[in-house]
């Protein structure tokens, strides 16, 4: 993704003077115009870096929100077919622009290189009601929001759509899962009664510093969950296996498991914490 400030744009309003001429450079095949108003080099690539830079010249005063928020302050990676820009009335000019008139408290806006974006905590309940658990799972992986920070955010939306959905899956997420299988194994625990368990607990061997997906520090067990899509690999693979062997001379004991096998979670830690 090209940096925007590097993008060779302008707009009718930064250069009202030169309208003729950009008009007539358009007229000449010099230019062309993204949105109307938002002139570009006539080599310059259609792409996700032009679309928001020109979202932002046609309605500098708008806030960009959902997935191109996302993808903006913490998800590159990201695919995104569609801008959508928040607090107008008017109607969108190209079919990759969506124009809403929701508002975004200011409190919720994050402003880089000029763009104003809706901020992580938000942009997350914006994409959940679609994407489900996942997203909040990936936020508070990858540390764009905290649970506090979205639990704030929603307050300051409430009444919105699907409010009722993102309440339920905050709540379903109160022990900060960083993955589905970990959400998972977290309904399991809870389901079976089973308490006294840490989520994500930092540990500290020997100077270096390691994470127990589920711990019961009282017990020393440690419950590791594998997700396929973020323990594949070897650079993984050996990371895991360094954590292990730490834990285990440091007199935890390690269960893991996988989304294949994890039906006999809660009776091994049953079995381990009952003793």
Known sequence: MR?????????????PAEAAALRRDRARGLLWSPLPGVFAPADLEDDWSCRVLAAHLWAPELV??????????WW?????DTITLAGAKRKSPASWLAVERSEVPI???TE???????SPALSVLQLAPTMGGEVIDRALRVGAASLAQMQEALGLVLGRPGT???????????????????RRAHRML????????????????????YYIDIAFPQHMLAVEIDGFDFHDGPAAMDADRIKQNA??????TVLRYTSRIMDTLTKDVLGHVSR
């Open 76 to 80: 590159e990676q990201l695919p995104v």
């Open 3 to 15: 940096p925007f400030e590097e993008l060779p744009l302008a707009s009718l309003s930064m250069f």
């Open 247 to 252: 834990l285990v001379q440091e007199g935890w």
């Open 190 to 209: 809870r389901k079976a009664r089973i308490s006294g368990y840490r989520t994500n607990y930092e540990v500290r061997i020997r100077g270096k510093r």
């Open 112 to 118: 880089r290189q000029g763009l104003r974006f809706a």
């Open 107 to 109: 409190e919720l806006v």
């Open 64 to 73: 960009i929100v959902g997935a191109a928020a996302a993808k903006l302050g």
């Open 164 to 182: 009722a959905e993102v309440r339920r899956l905050l709540r379903e997420s109160r022990e900060a899962p960083w993955s589905p299988v970990e």
